[in-house]
């Protein structure tokens, strides 16, 4: 049984109406050692063989992953590599030896969702996962109290802040670094960007320094008094 909740989507305009869509809600996390587990309950094969065969499996992925391939596992879907560098104004910046890899992607085939569907049933859950309401003057005070011990703060540190969903956690940064006056500028690439007060808001004195062969020249700063 799949557990959802409904969900409120803001309309970016005034006049439109707001509209509502279903998220899954997990009921938990299924192990690696609890998948073992069933395996050797399922079939003749011995703790010893199941573990050797999953083990082997899972290094083989990372190894072919690790050279740059693609791995298509089965009727499941193909696993794929994110990778991530600096965020410069000079294309010779950029080289082997300062990427990394920051994800793996998966990407399910047709047929394993199709399979999934067939046998899908649905049930409201009792528990609420919404975002907390809180108003534009309770995340500025939130991010206050935050930044008295912290220079910047990740999209997941506001989730976990403001009681945020993801989506909603989105929508607010873009919000707080956009307008006349931002409160907060992002750096670094979209899948791993960090979020820096602007000079003067939330209280804040200290500064950071980067150098400006990466950034080119610095607009002047604008004061915020909040």
């Known amino acids: 049984m799949i557990k959802y909740d409904v969900y409120k989507t803001p309309s970016p305009r005034e006049e ?6 279903a998220r899954a809600v997990s009921k938990g996390v299924i192990t690696y050692d609890q998948l073992k587990n069933d395996l050797e309950y399922a079939s003749s094969a011995t703790p010893g063989d199941v573990s ?6 899972v290094s083989q992925i990372k190894l072919h992953l690790s050279e740059g391939e693609s791995v298509q596992l089965g009727d499941l879907g193909t696993f794929s590599v994110g990778i991530s560098g600096p965020n410069a104004i000079k294309r010779k910046a950029i080289n082997a030896t ?3 890899v920051t994800d793996v992607y998966f990407r399910p085939r047709k047929k394993l969702i199709g399979d999934i569907n067939r046998k899908a049933k649905f049930e409201s859950t ?22 008295k011990d912290h220079s910047f703060i990740s999209r997941r540190e506001f ?13 607010r940064l873009k919000e707080l670094c956009s307008g006349k006056y931002p409160l907060l500028e992002r750096e670094g690439p979209r899948n791993s960007s960090i979020y820096f007060p602007t000079l003067g808001s939330f209280h804040t004195v200290h500064t950071r320094q980067i150098p400006s062969d990466e950034i080119g020249e610095a607009d002047d700063p604008c004061f ?3």
Do not use: Q, W
């Open 16 to 21: 439109e109406p707001d509209h509502f869509h």
């Open 52 to 57: 050797l065969i999953m083990d082997g499996i």
């Open 98 to 100: 300062n990427l990394e």
């Open 126 to 147: 009792r528990l609420k996962h919404h975002s907390i309401e809180y108003s534009d003057i309770e995340i500025e005070a939130l991010l206050t109290d935050f930044f």
């Open 159 to 171: 989730e976990s802040l403001c009681g945020l969903t993801r989506p909603t956690a989105v929508r």
């Open 224 to 226: 915020i008094t909040r």
